[in-house]
């Protein structure tokens, strides 16, 4: 388990998929990630097993009662060259806007450059998503490019910002 200042980490469970289901079907906090239809509990238990594999690691996040709020994927693991994707969600709405992702950042950023040895770390994010954008760029992610009209949600195209992070800069 990773400690935070406001926030603990820790591993994904299969008794986390019934809440799991609730939040990928969460429409409105889904709207910027890539979630197009309703998803089965098979599915989330599916996802749930999916954390333990070589090149993924799933986790939930928690606040200090020990209540689930959110979850990080650390994903697409290339071992031989050092890096990897994150991806970082606050689901639970009464605890957005208050530093929770802010604390599971700088956690999981400790945890994979020093406790994973990664060089990289890399994300995707949808252009609109401002206060995430905000939030990745103070912590030291700079923007490498931008995919044009790679997500679709409600009629409209977005942009999708690569940003990247380098161990040490």
């Not at 969460?26 to 749930?48: A, G, W």
């Not at 994903?75 to 689901?91: A, F, S």
Request: net charge positive; with cysteine.
């Amino acid at each position: 388990m990773l400690k935070g200042e406001k926030t603990f980490i820790r591993a994904i469970e299969m008794e986390d998929s019934r809440i799991l289901s609730a939040w990928l079907n969460d429409r409105e906090t889904n709207y910027f990630l890539d979630i197009v239809y309703p998803l089965s509990k098979r599915y989330c238990d599916n996802f749930t097993l999916e954390g333990e594999e070589y090149n993924k690691r799933i986790f939930i996040v928690e606040n200090q009662d020990r209540k689930p709020i959110g979850l990080v994927v650390i994903d697409k693991i290339k071992w031989e060259y050092r890096n990897c994707e994150i991806g970082i969600v606050i689901y639970d709405k009464a605890h957005r806007g208050k530093g929770y992702g802010k604390d599971v950042l700088n956690v999981i950023l400790d945890f994979i450059f020093n406790d994973m040895n990664m060089h990289l770390v890399y994300l995707n994010v949808v252009e609109e998503n401002i206060p995430a954008i905000n939030l990745y760029k103070k912590f030291g992610f700079k923007v490498e490019g931008i995919l044009k009209d790679r997500y679709y949600k409600n009629g409209r195209y977005y942009n999708v910002i690569v940003m990247s992070k380098i161990k040490g800069e």
